[in-house]
């Protein structure tokens, strides 16, 4: 069976498979799970951050540092689609090392917000803190399930 590679050439004199910008990734639906993601645990960090009175210091402070982890994490992958930098380090097993991640989030954000929910003594930020929690676990959980037949789903030679 004979594959066919096509490359269109820019002014620049690149090809559309070198590096560079891949605008296009973020209207891809994987593209949109990391924005919300992204948006849901930049609001739930903004919010707990910006409370007055945690009615318990420990509980927040864990969903806070949980929530600004995460939302690194997830902006350095979201990055590194942008760039094409998965084609550039073919060392790391991309799409594992993001299930391997997802499945660590959403475990961890899932008990963060559940913490912060039971936790929150009736403060409104923190309520819609856990609220944008688990908003941004729902979404985790989505990516997860979409990556995983990328990640350890059988291949396109393989029987189902």
């Not at 003594?121 to 989505?142: D, P």
Request: glycine share 10%.
């Amino acid at each position: 069976m004979s594959h066919t590679v096509i490359t269109t050439a820019t002014p620049g004199g690149r090809s559309s498979g070198d590096g560079g910008l891949s605008l296009g990734y973020s209207r891809t639906i994987p593209g949109l799970l990391k924005i919300g993601q992204l948006l849901s645990l930049l609001v739930a960090f903004l919010c707990i951050r910006l409370a007055r009175g945690w009615p318990s210091w420990a509980a927040f402070k864990f969903f806070e540092v949980v929530a600004l982890w995460f939302l690194v994490a997830f902006l350095i992958f979201f990055l590194m689609h942008l760039c094409r930098l998965q084609s550039r380090m073919p060392c790391i097993n991309w799409p594992l090392t993001e299930f391997f991640h997802y499945s660590v989030g959403s475990v961890l954000i899932f008990i963060a917000s559940i913490v912060a929910a039971v936790k929150c003594g009736g403060v409104s930020s923190l309520v819609v803190a856990s609220v944008f929690g688990f908003i941004a676990t729902f979404l985790m959980v989505v990516n997860l399930w979409t990556s995983y037949s990328v990640a350890c789903g059988p291949t396109a030679g393989e029987p189902v």
